[in-house]
């Protein structure tokens, strides 16, 4: 998914703190359906290169992307399954 990028910047960025997320899934609910995987608008997860008792692939975190959920909450909010969820992990600044 294409990042967008405002030229201006918010005069309060530097007081904005951004949620981070920690992701689980519980494969063997997963149905490799990919909405949670096509619509997190931080590109977390991937497809596991190992499949679940029914023979899915299910989301995994890509790598290098360990600590790039926000806790949007919106793969889970898609899932049809209830095959994944984020809790809140601690917060991160805002990078420069
Ligand atoms: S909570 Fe949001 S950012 Fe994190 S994996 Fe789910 S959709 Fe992506
Ligand atoms: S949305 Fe749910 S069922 Fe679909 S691929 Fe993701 S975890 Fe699996």
């Known amino acids: ?11 309060d960025r530097a007081s904005v703190i ?3 997320g920690r992701v689980y899934v519980i494969p063997q609910r997963c149905k490799e359906c990919r909405f949670c995987i096509d619509f997190c608008p931080k590109d977390v997860l991937v497809t596991s290169t190992e499949t679940n008792a029914k023979g899915y692939r299910y989301p995994v975190v890509a ?5 790039a959920c926000v806790h949007c909450e919106f ?16 917060r991160a600044e805002v990078p420069a």
């Open 18 to 20: 951004v949620p981070a």
């Open 75 to 90: 793969c889970s909010l898609v899932c049809p399954e209830y095959a994944i969820f984020t809790v809140e992990g601690p």
């Open 1 to 11: 998914m294409p990042v967008i990028r405002s030229a201006r910047v918010p005069l």
């Open 63 to 67: 790598p290098g992307k360990e600590e």
